[in-house]
């Protein structure tokens, strides 16, 4: 009854959904009935710190009884941000020393170019060869895919497209460019990691043309890599950082970083500059605060590498597999034809494991549990997808 609903009355992504009825989760478990799942994609990098962590479930009561919205994005100085703003920017770079906060990652794409644009004064924008920015206008502007894109122009115009981790593109940066997006480790291309020396490259051509760096780590960021932040690895700092997903530990949230003399840009000329209703919401960042305090005091960041090498590892063994992919607990296992990585979605919920494609990468499938997965979980997710694999 519920599911013929679900299909009639709520707005349907794509004709195949994984449609099952979820009456709980908790760690790195979904509950159905009387059936468990491993979460293999964590809400697609969201869930970082597991599901009703008790800690975020608790934050989220007490500001619930606090206070909600009050007034939109900007106006009252409300606790939840302004703790969360102060313990985020103490791990950043200096030069990261403020965030604007919205809901989502395409909103804080948006934002984030409505900032290069307004601080360069620059009208052009370059991004990557299957790169996903979300789904917004300006998202869909930055993909390079004809196919998602067609039905929705016109988009936005004076896009350029580049290879990631291809150097001699980067000429195409020039000084009509007010900003270079990347994702460090692309996600939706099915985990691809950047090229030693590529991020550096992209930084100083941005340099010498004045053309502002963002990094979009909506995916990447809250220690999915196995460190905090992807760019902290490649030893690159961007002047806009772009977060989103796990930045709420699970509830609805965006947010655009850099310095506060930049963001200032949003603030007078135009004033209002950029506007958002519930950006920044009270329980949201009450949520954000209490899951960035687990990620800074549980050993989880630190031994997302480890675990991740253990899967990847574990799993490469396998006749099926034909190559892993992987940054930190962002693995993408490639299993050489898109049939297969089909198949073996059904094949995972039949073994009681949730997995997911990568949008532009067509024959593999993922693994990115919470980072909250302890070593016996590893080791019952490496079981439950070679179960999987053997049944191929
Ligand atoms: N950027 C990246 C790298 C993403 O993976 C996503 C979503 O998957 C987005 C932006 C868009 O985020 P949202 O779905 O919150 O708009």
């Given at each position: 009854?519920?599911?013929?609903?679900?299909?009639?009355?709520?707005?349907?992504?794509?004709?195949?959904?994984?449609?099952?009825?979820?009456?709980?989760?908790?760690?790195?478990?979904?509950?159905?009935?009387?059936?468990?799942?491993?979460?293999?994609?964590?809400?697609?990098?969201?869930?970082?710190?597991?599901?009703?962590?008790?800690?975020?479930?608790?934050?989220?009561?007490?500001?619930?009884?606090?206070?909600?919205?009050?007034?939109?994005?900007?106006?009252?100085?409300?606790?939840?941000?302004?703790?969360?703003?102060?313990?985020?920017?103490?791990?950043?770079?200096?030069?990261?020393?403020?965030?604007?906060?919205?809901?989502?990652?395409?909103?804080?794409?948006?934002?984030?170019?409505?900032?290069?644009?307004?601080?360069?004064?620059?009208?052009?924008?370059?991004?990557?060869?299957?790169?996903?920015?979300?789904?917004?206008?300006?998202?869909?502007?930055?993909?390079?895919?004809?196919?998602?894109?067609?039905?929705?122009?016109?988009?936005?115009?004076?896009?350029?497209?580049?290879?990631?981790?291809?150097?001699?593109?980067?000429?195409?940066?020039?000084?009509?460019?007010?900003?270079?997006?990347?994702?460090?480790?692309?996600?939706?291309?099915?985990?691809?990691?950047?090229?030693?020396?590529?991020?550096?490259?992209?930084?100083?051509?941005?340099?010498?043309?004045?053309?502002?760096?963002?990094?979009?780590?909506?995916?990447?960021?809250?220690?999915?890599?196995?460190?905090?932040?992807?760019?902290?690895?490649?030893?690159?700092?961007?002047?806009?950082?772009?977060?989103?997903?796990?930045?709420?530990?699970?509830?609805?949230?965006?947010?655009?970083?850099?310095?506060?003399?930049?963001?200032?840009?949003?603030?007078?000329?135009?004033?209002?500059?950029?506007?958002?209703?519930?950006?920044?919401?009270?329980?949201?960042?009450?949520?954000?605060?209490?899951?960035?305090?687990?990620?800074?005091?549980?050993?989880?960041?630190?031994?997302?590498?480890?675990?991740?090498?253990?899967?990847?590892?574990?799993?490469?063994?396998?006749?099926?597999?034909?190559?892993?992919?992987?940054?930190?607990?962002?693995?993408?296992?490639?299993?050489?034809r898109p049939e297969l990585a089909e198949k073996m979605l059904g094949l995972l919920v039949d073994e009681g494991a949730i997995s997911d494609y990568f949008l532009y990468n067509p024959?593999?499938?993922?693994?990115?549990?919470?980072?909250?997965?302890?070593?016996?979980?590893?080791?019952?997710?490496?079981?439950?997808?070679?179960?999987?694999?053997?049944?191929?």
């Amino acid at each position: 009854m519920i599911s013929r609903t679900f299909f009639r009355h709520v707005g349907q992504t794509s004709p195949s959904p994984l449609a099952i009825e979820i009456d709980r989760a908790d760690g790195v478990f979904l509950y159905s009935g009387d059936r468990r799942y491993l979460d293999l994609v964590s809400g697609v990098c969201v869930s970082n710190v597991g599901h009703c962590r008790p800690e975020i479930v608790d934050a989220v009561r007490e500001q619930a009884g606090n206070y909600f919205h009050l007034m939109v994005y900007g106006e009252m100085i409300e606790a939840p941000q302004v703790l969360h703003a102060s313990l985020l920017t103490s791990i950043l770079p200096p030069s990261l020393d403020c965030i604007y906060y919205v809901n989502s990652g395409s909103e804080a794409v948006d934002a984030a170019l409505k900032l290069a644009k307004r601080l360069t004064g620059r009208r052009r924008v370059a991004s990557f060869i299957n790169c996903y920015h979300g789904s917004s206008h300006t998202s869909l502007s930055l993909m390079s895919d004809p196919d998602r894109q067609d039905a929705f122009r016109p988009l936005l115009p004076e896009v350029d497209h580049l290879r990631f981790n291809r150097i001699e593109d980067l000429a195409r940066i020039t000084p009509e460019t007010a900003c270079v997006i990347v994702e460090p480790v692309q996600g939706e291309a099915g985990v691809i990691v950047p090229a030693p020396g590529f991020l550096e490259a992209l930084r100083n051509r941005c340099d010498s043309v004045g053309a502002m760096l963002v990094f979009d780590e909506v995916q990447t960021g809250f220690g999915r890599t196995g460190r905090m932040f992807a760019f902290e690895r490649y030893g690159v700092v961007p002047d806009i950082l772009v977060l989103a997903k796990a930045l709420g530990g699970g509830m609805p949230l965006g947010g655009v970083v850099s310095s506060k003399e930049r963001l200032d840009a949003f603030t007078c000329d135009p004033v209002l500059g950029h506007i958002t209703t519930f950006g920044g919401h009270p329980v949201c960042c009450a949520a954000a605060l209490a899951s960035l305090r687990l990620l800074l005091s549980e050993p989880w960041v630190a031994d997302a590498e480890r675990k991740g090498r253990r899967i990847g590892e574990a799993l490469s063994r396998h006749p099926a597999v034909c190559g892993i992919r992987r940054s930190g607990l962002l693995v993408a296992v490639d299993l050489g034809r898109p049939e297969l990585a089909e198949k073996m979605l059904g094949l995972l919920v039949d073994e009681g494991a949730i997995s997911d494609y990568f949008l532009y990468n067509p024959t593999s499938f993922r693994i990115a549990p919470p980072l909250s997965i302890s070593d016996a979980e590893v080791e019952e997710a490496v079981g439950i997808v070679t179960k999987a694999l053997d049944r191929l």
